[in-house]
């Protein structure tokens, strides 16, 4: 999966994580990575989007934390998760 984030997706990405993402990830919530915070994303970001969509997707527990599946929301398809990763990265790199 290469990344390029397009006008369309990163509009759809943000408003996928603005309605399901930003509750956890702009206050840190269970250990998630603040958005746009460099240090936290860079070795999340060095794992390649495909480990990070896939955990988005299945879900993971880690050291520092956890991410539901799907971000606790079931109705989000995994194209829905994608968009929302892809955005996010694309403000903490």
Not at 1 to 29: P, Q, R, V, W
């Amino acid at each position: 999966m290469s990344f390029s984030l397009t006008d369309a997706n990163a509009a759809t990405g943000k408003a996928i994580y603005d309605a399901n993402c930003a509750a956890c990830h702009e206050a840190g919530i269970m250990g998630a990575p603040k958005t746009g915070n460099k240090p936290a994303w860079a070795p999340r970001i060095a794992q390649g989007m495909n480990v990070l969509v896939d955990k988005s997707i299945k879900g993971y527990q880690g050291k520092k934390g956890m991410m539901p599946a799907k971000g606790g929301n079931p109705k989000l398809t995994n194209a829905d998760v994608k968009a929302s990763v892809e955005y996010m990265v694309g403000l903490s790199k």
